[in-house]
């Protein structure tokens, strides 16, 4: 993958993230806030102050999540972003670690 291909896909990545946030937060009780600074995506849980910051990484062409659970990085495989260390997805990944952040069951489903 080239880089502009990876950087478009970043940015599909971020921004579907990002949608799925806010649809969440606009038909739940979850208050959650997205900001976006170029390539970092921060999520704070309002409740509790809790963050998780996801960014692209160009140059190793991975996604990069921190949560409180720890940081995990994730290349693209097929039509997944599958995690360098234990081969879990990010969509499904993101969802459980703001669900242990959140306290209650938050769900992003990867985009169609």
Not at 34 to 61: F, H, W, Y
């Amino acid at each position: 993958m080239t880089e502009s291909e990876f950087l478009a896909l970043a940015e599909r990545t971020l921004a579907s993230i990002e949608a799925s946030l806010e649809h969440i937060a606009d038909s739940s009780d979850l208050d959650v806030e997205c900001s976006r600074s170029g390539n970092v995506l921060t999520i704070e849980l309002v409740d509790n102050g809790s963050k998780i910051i996801v960014n692209s990484q160009a140059p190793m062409q991975e996604m990069w999540v921190a949560a409180r659970s720890g940081g995990f990085h994730y290349r693209r495989e097929g039509d997944r972003w599958v995690n360098t260390r234990d081969g879990s997805e990010l969509y499904a990944a993101l969802s459980r670690m703001l669900s242990e952040q959140a306290g209650e069951t938050v769900l992003i489903e990867a985009p169609k």
